[in-house]
């Protein structure tokens, strides 16, 4: 167990609808990541937020955005769902948001679109 | 940007081989750290190595950076079943990781 919390495990929506996938960082982590992991494109950094503020960007759609709260937990939203947004999304925390340390990763939510 | 690639993408070895995962980066890195996925979960990190030339064990892992900080390899000697999963590097850039797409590796009894 990473200390690392992911609701839901499983998520079955529809094209064209709205989620949200929720984080809570393990305890003192002040630095929140989302990952997409399809079959062919492994693990695909979406974005990064530390305290609150957004860090980092990475192949993140303008149909997706996220936040943290003052508590540090995390939530990413997507809109507007494709068959192709179907994927498992970790999120992982880290003590600071420098390269230098280790992430640990949640359980994942793993979304189906139909 | 920074791109990270890992090769072999795949690998199924008998139990008892030897296996060894690449990873290349397009820059210089600052660190750089693996990653263990076992089927079903999720990544777990193994080790972080900074310095150039480095090479650090783990048992039966052995994981080295090399000298210009651009690459970096995890060698397992004589793999075992619970070595099955895909393995991952990340390399470090000016603030945040950059992973490769993995090397998934199983083991066949």
């Known amino acids: 167990d990473s200390g690392v919390t992911q609701t839901p495990k499983h998520l079955i929506t529809a094209t064209g609808q709205r989620v949200t996938l929720r984080c809570s960082p393990r305890?003192?982590?002040?630095?929140v990541y989302w990952y997409q992991q399809s079959l062919d494109q492994g693990l695909q950094f979406l974005i990064q937020?530390?305290?609150?503020?957004?860090?980092a960007k990475g192949n993140i759609l303008e149909r997706f955005s996220a936040q943290q709260f003052p508590d540090l937990h995390s939530e990413l939203n997507l809109s507007s769902l494709e068959l192709g947004d179907s994927a498992l999304y970790f999120c992982?925390?880290?003590?600071?948001?420098?390269?230098?340390?280790?992430?640990?990763f949640g359980p994942g939510t793993r979304l189906t679109v139909t | 940007g920074q791109q990270v690639m890992q090769i072999p993408q795949y690998q199924h070895v008998q139990e008892g081989e030897d296996f060894t995962t690449y990873c290349n980066s397009s820059t210089t890195l600052s660190n750089i750290q693996w990653y263990k996925q076992r089927p079903g979960g999720h990544p777990v990190f193994l080790i972080q190595?900074?310095?150039?030339?480095e090479v650090k064990k783990q048992k039966r892992l052995t994981f080295q950076f090399g000298e210009a900080k651009k690459n970096s390899s995890l060698h397992i000697t004589a793999t075992q079943t619970t070595d099955v999963g895909t393995y991952f590097c990340a390399g470090g850039g000016y603030s945040t990781l950059t992973f490769g797409k993995g090397t998934m590796l199983l083991v066949s009894p």
């Open positions: 992982a925390s880290s003590a600071t948001g420098g390269a230098f340390y280790e992430q640990y």
């Open positions: 190595l900074v310095k150039s030339g």
């Open positions: 305890s003192g982590d002040l630095s």
């Open positions: 937020y530390y305290n609150g503020e957004e860090r």
